[in-house]
């Protein structure tokens, strides 16, 4: 059973060894579990009907035991910047989102085919951080790993229902970070499932160091994913780099303070051997001063980490505020300054809670900017 939905198990949670041993259980040749696996991750079935190379009997097995309910789209919305945010209503009518972020310039100036896919992993979430918007709203419910999975799968149903060929028939995202509804690593075995089938060639094949899992700082979460043998890439919601600062913006900060999250990002580094993000709201008033930017610096060079300043985005019903750009510039240069690797996140899809009257014009945009650079590569 699925836990957090009483119905039974959906398929999209399967792994290469549990699908060949159901399958080999129920006396099928070993190639079936093959072809299981490719219409879950590679062809996106919706629906175990649509396996049509499968033997009826097969299908009725699975359907005996498992579901395959996939996501319902109740809202999408687009940017005039290519940015699409999708609303998916799960099996119990909770909304969750996920946002779609066509690059087609990279950080450093490059043209990028990179297309990410930012991915809950929560309805809601326990963490209470002052300025967030799920953090507003308080924990619902873990997704299970099929519904952490089908927001991707869902995405390329969304493209192939709009008939959209891309160029040597990539699937749609090739970056996924799990930087939607929820802390990731309080879902932590729902999540390495899911990001087993994202990275696994049996699954979506996406390279692990495509794949970015943000945390707020569940330091003994992240000693426990520095032992997984992926390279996954780590990034740390620091938003305060003073305890006293950080405790106020953010709760778990009580739980683990700074120099045990600090020390878990070490040891990730080592484990690892890759360099990790800080990502660092600014916040008017609350995280920018001239303190933050000293403890900011001296943190940044201790882990030899990039850091990624956020403009505050205003949130209806929190009243904090957004610094002003000159604000966010000095920021920056002191930090510069100081020897420190940063950049200012460039913002998407800041109209998408405007009213989307060209949806489809705005949709196709997507596709041709992403067909326009496949053709260049
Ligand atoms: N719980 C995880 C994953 C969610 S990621 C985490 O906190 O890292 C969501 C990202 O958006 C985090 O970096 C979070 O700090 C940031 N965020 C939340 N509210 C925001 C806001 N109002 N403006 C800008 N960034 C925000
Ligand atoms: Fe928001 Fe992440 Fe804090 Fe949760 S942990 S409230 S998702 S910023």
Redesign the pocket.
């Given at each position: 059973m699925n836990h957090s939905t009483d119905t039974p198990r959906d398929l999209r949670s399967l792994n290469a060894e549990e699908a060949e041993d159901l399958l080999s259980g129920w006396g099928h040749k070993p190639y079936r579990a093959k072809q299981l696996l490719g219409w879950l991750y590679k062809r996106s079935a919706a629906s175990i009907d649509a396996m049509s190379d499968l033997p009826q009997e097969l299908r009725e097995q699975l359907a005996a035991v498992f579901s395959l309910r996939p996501l319902e789209l109740a809202r999408e919305q687009c940017s005039l910047d290519g940015t699409v945010k999708f609303l998916w209503r799960l099996v119990d009518g909770e909304l969750v989102e996920s946002v779609l972020i066509p690059a087609s310039i990279g950080r450093d100036g490059s043209q990028s085919d990179r297309r990410t896919l930012c991915v809950s992993s929560q309805v809601g979430?326990a963490?209470g951080?002052t300025?967030?918007?799920s953090g507003l709203m308080g924990y619902k419910r873990n997704l299970d790993a099929s519904e952490i999975v089908d927001q991707v799968l869902a995405v390329e149903r969304w493209r192939l229902a709009k008939g959209v060929e891309l160029p040597r028939r990539e699937p749609l995202v090739n970056n996924i970070v799990?930087?939607?509804m929820?802390?990731?690593l309080a879902n932590y075995d729902n999540l390495i499932r899911a990001l087993e089938i994202f990275n696994s060639p049996w699954g979506l094949n996406i390279g692990a160091r495509k794949i970015t899992v943000?945390?707020?700082g569940l330091a003994p979460q992240i000693r426990r994913l520095a032992e997984t043998p992926q390279q996954y890439h780590l990034?740390i919601?620091l938003?305060g780099a003073t305890d006293a600062v950080r405790r106020k913006i953010m709760p778990i900060n009580r739980k683990y303070p700074l120099e045990e999250l600090i020390s878990a990002c070490e040891a990730y580094q080592q484990a690892k051997g890759r360099m990790i993000w800080v990502?660092y709201?600014l916040i008017d008033g609350v995280n920018t001063g001239s303190e933050q930017v000293e403890a900011l610096s001296r943190l940044a060079k201790r882990l030899q980490c990039k850091v990624n300043l956020?403009p505050?985005?205003p949130?209806d019903g929190i009243e904090l505020n957004r610094p002003s750009d000159g604000m966010v510039g000095r920021f920056r240069d002191a930090l510069h300054h100081d020897g420190v690797r940063v950049t200012v996140r460039i913002e998407k899809g800041t109209d998408i809670d405007a009213a989307c009257g060209q949806l489809r014009l705005k949709s196709e945009k997507i596709f041709t900017s992403a067909e326009a650079l496949g053709q260049a590569g």
């Open positions: 979430c963490y951080c300025f967030c918007a799990m930087m939607g929820g802390e990731p943000s945390t707020s990034a919601s938003h990502e709201i956020i505050y985005n949130v």
